[in-house]
């Protein structure tokens, strides 16, 4: 097999993995970010909330937020890849920080609370 046949190959099994990936993602995001939703708006039918509740599922909130925003930057890098625009044009920088911080981890370099978009 040439070398331009295997990086074609390569390419197409990384879309599709990529693309299998973001569907797979967006479904539980969306869930969770509505089950969220509904425990912060919706005291009455699901139980009024303490404050430590409560800043927990904000915090849970805003990390369903940060995943969601890198899903969309894997779209996007995705998108660029395909030359579909110039990724010049929409830097992402640290991306493993981005991970990282989208998780709560320490070790992003922006902290645990002003990672932001």
């Not at 299998?20 to 969306?30: C, Q, V």
């Not at 996007?76 to 110039?86: H, K, M, Q, R």
């Amino acid at each position: 097999m040439s070398k331009k046949l295997q990086w074609s190959e390569r390419m197409r099994e990384k879309e599709r993995l990529l693309s299998l990936l973001i569907h797979d993602l967006n479904g539980p995001l969306s869930v969770a970010s509505i089950s969220v939703a509904n425990l912060l708006r919706k005291p009455d039918r699901y139980g009024p909330l303490t404050d430590k509740h409560r800043h927990i599922i904000e915090r849970i909130s805003r990390n369903i937020q940060k995943a969601r925003t890198l899903l969309q930057e894997m779209i996007d890098i995705s998108s660029s890849e395909e030359g579909l625009f110039l990724k010049e044009l929409f830097p992402v920088e640290n991306t493993p920080g981005i991970v990282f911080g989208c998780f709560g981890d320490d070790r992003s370099p922006y902290g645990r609370k002003t990672l932001s978009f």
